[in-house]
Structures are given as structure tokens and as C-alpha cells.
């Protein structure tokens, strides 16, 4: 990937506004299991750093998905996980489909406030009998005149607690599993929601909820695109949720590198360095190894789906990696610190925390090796020929 000066002066912008608006005030979201969402999307709406990808008709910047990518592996210098991921789920989880998708009235609506950090968006997919399953989804939009009468539960939902708006999605129609769902904006102060809050190991910061629908009315415009059509844009909005959480991930497992180098540099045992014992610098130079290798996946990624192509492959690839990095490599940072990094506001044990997440949201380990397998043609009953 080549990086323009533009890429790089959005870089020293992000990391600008991490330094300042979001590291100063972490361990005290951490306490509180929460962070004000709105206050700080507002600050990054004013930057243009909410619709960096998107329409300038919308208040986007209109440039291109890696420069969004930029900014998801400028905002893993943040000293947690949950601040990202809210941020994410906002950028890059619930508004792509309606960035693509959606209708100019549904855009005023929800994308245009959005993308200036004047409200907050979650995504409606999971749900208490399965998250990863898609096409098991069981909440219902039935249509009632001009509206959709909508009833179900969507589970862990980031941003839940308090956002404005959501991009929900419902079985529209008993059709096929595949044919018969739709995204919906659903604006969260509607009559019949409820919300309870889910009080997770990490991501602390992040607020998470469960969701009830009791029979909530919302207009039929609101609609993202075509009816049928959600399944279809949900796996779409999924490749550049994966992305996002490989590139968000890389500068976050450096540091802890740097960190965990820097303490075992100072701690002694028996008389010398910790990291002196050559089992110790060995293994972190792996590790280092292995996040270069991961920056090199999801940059070539993004690079290529930037140029048009199909990654579904490789985003898969790489949110594999992503996961089993991240429990590979904060075990293994963790021992080093010994006693010290199993207390409890250690950055090693709250990334130990936080990314555990990363190989169970957005597509458990096993579905991106259930994709990778299909694409390889090695999934029982796919054809045994290569596909892309």
C-alpha cells in the first residue's frame, strides 16, 4: 500500500486526537463501564473523522476506504479496546449498507447526523440464540400500511445503551432464509424499546445492551435499500467490520510489545534482565514477526478491495489472524510481567481482556475458517476447485 501525504496527515490527526481526548480519560471510563459517546463522537464529527469514506453530500470527505483504514490503525494507540470498537461500529459496522444502500430521504435521516457526531449508531444483527448465524435471525418486520411493525431481541449490541438510531435487521418475509431479510433504521426512542445492559469481562468502556422490540412501529422509508436485500448487504457491511478490526488491532499489539519489552528490559531475576533469558527476547521477536506479517495481510486487503476486488477471502484471513494473535500474543506478554501483569489496571491484562472479543464478534474463528474452507473448496459438499 502507498500512503499519500494526505494519508499521513490524517494519521498525525487521529493520533493528535487520541493523545488528547481519549487516553487522558480512559481509566476512568474503565471504571465506570462507559464513555460519553456523544460528546466524543461530536468532537470527531467536527474533524470530518465519521465520514471519511462516505458522500460529501452527506457531510462525508468522499475519499476512499483506506484512509478510513488509517484511522482504524491510528485509533489502536488507544489505551483500551471498548473506545474503538464503539467507534467502529459506527464508521464502518452500521452505516456502510446505508452509505450504499439507502434511499436520499433515509440518508438525511440517519447518515448525514451521523457522520456529523450529531447522533450515535448501533448495529442490530446478533441475537440470544446465535450471533455468528446470520440466517438464523428471528426478529420480525411485518408490514402494517405504511410502517414496519417490528418484534424481537438483538444481543450484545455495542453502542446499545445509548444510541439514537439503529441499523436492525428483520425478517421481512417467510421466504428463504437468505431472501427474506432487510435492513431497517430504527430510531431507538421509538415506543416499545427497551434496553438492559450487559456487564462484559472487557471492553469496559464500550457500552453493550441487550434489546427488546415489542411490536415498535417504524415508517416503511426507512427502509435500506431493496426488501430482501439485508442479508445480502449484511455480509458486505461484515468485510469492512473485519477490516477494521485487523487494521485497529496492529499499532495496539506493537505497543504491547514496546511495553512489555521496556518492563522485562528493567525487571531482574537472578541477577539479570528478565529479557535477557533468550526465550524471552526469541518469542517477542516472533511476535513481532507475526504482527508485521498481519499488517501485511490486511494492508494488501484493503489495497485490493480499495481497487474493487472481492475480499471476502482475505478479510476473512485476516480477522482469523486477528484474534488468534491477540490471545497468542497478550498470553504471552502477560507471563513476562509476571505477577504485575495479572492485577487488574495493568495495559497488558486489559488487552489480555478486551481482545479475547476479537475471535468471537463480528464472526466467530470457526465461521471465518468455515468461509476461508468454502473459498479453498475444501468445505464438504463445495466444489474442490479454488475460488478467488
Not at 476473512?316 to 495479572?342: F, I, N, P
Request: aromatic content about 8%.
Amino acid at each position: 500500500m502507498q500512503f499519500t501525504a494526505e494519508h499521513e496527515n490524517l494519521r498525525r490527526t487521529v493520533a493528535k486526537f487520541v493523545e488528547t481526548e481519549i487516553n487522558p480519560h480512559v481509566d476512568a471510563w474503565e471504571a465506570t463501564e462507559e464513555f460519553p459517546s456523544h460528546e466524543l463522537f461530536k468532537k470527531l464529527g467536527d474533524l470530518g473523522l465519521l465520514g471519511i469514506k462516505y458522500d460529501p453530500a452527506y457531510g462525508g470527505l468522499g475519499l476512499d476506504f483506506s484512509y478510513s483504514m488509517v484511522m482504524a490503525e491510528e485509533l489502536g494507540l488507544v489505551h483500551c479496546g471498548g473506545v474503538p470498537m464503539a467507534i467502529g461500529v459506527h464508521t464502518d459496522m452500521c452505516t456502510p449498507a446505508l452509505n450504499r444502500f439507502g434511499s436520499d430521504t433515509v440518508k438525511e435521516d440517519f447518515l448525514a447526523p451521523s457522520i456529523a457526531g450529531e447522533i450515535v449508531g448501533c448495529l442490530g444483527v446478533s441475537e440470544p440464540g446465535g450471533g455468528s448465524d446470520v440466517a438464523a435471525v428471528r426478529t420480525t418486520a411485518r408490514k402494517d400500511g405504511d410502517d414496519y411493525v417490528i418484534s424481537g431481541t438483538k444481543m450484545w449490541i455495542t453502542n446499545g445503551m445509548k444510541a439514537d438510531w439503529c441499523c436492525l435487521l428483520a425478517n421481512t418475509s417467510d421466504g428463504p432464509v437468505h431472501q427474506n431479510k432487510s435492513l431497517i433504521c430504527v430510531p431507538m426512542d421509538a415506543k416499545g424499546i427497551t434496553r438492559q445492559k450487559i456487564h462484559k469481562i472487557g471492553m469496559h468502556s464500550s457500552d453493550t445492551a441487550q434489546l427488546f422490540f415489542d411490536e415498535v412501529r417504524v415508517p416503511r422509508r426507512n427502509l435500506i435499500g431493496q426488501e430482501g436485500g439485508g442479508f445480502m448487504m449484511q455480509m458486505l457491511q461484515f468485510q469492512e467490520e473485519r477490516l477494521y478490526a485487523a487494521a485497529s488491532a496492529l499499532k495496539g499489539f506493537d505497543r504491547l510489545i514496546d511495553l512489555t519489552i521496556d518492563y522485562t528490559r528493567d525487571r531482574k531475576t537472578f541477577g539479570k534482565p528478565v529479557l535477557d533469558n533468550q526465550v524471552v527476547h526469541f518469542r517477542l521477536a516472533e511476535l513481532r514477526t507475526e504482527v508485521e506479517a498481519l499488517r501485511a495481510l490486511t494492508w494488501s486487503a484493503i489495497e485490493q478491495y480499495v481497487a474493487g476486488a472481492d475480499v471476502t477471502r482475505l478479510a476473512s484471513m485476516a480477522k482469523l489472524k486477528t484474534g488468534r494473535l491477540a490471545r497468542e500474543l497478550t498470553d504471552a506478554c502477560l507471563q513476562y510481567w509476571g505477577g504485575m501483569g495479572y492485577t487488574a489496571d495493568n495495559p497488558v491484562s486489559r488487552a489480555y481482556r478486551d481482545t479475547r472479543l476479537v475471535s468471537i464478534g463480528a464472526g466467530a474463528d470457526e465461521i471465518m475458517l468455515g468461509i476461508i474452507a468454502k473459498l479453498e473448496g475444501t468445505l464438504p459438499g463445495t466444489s474442490n476447485k479454488r475460488r478467488g
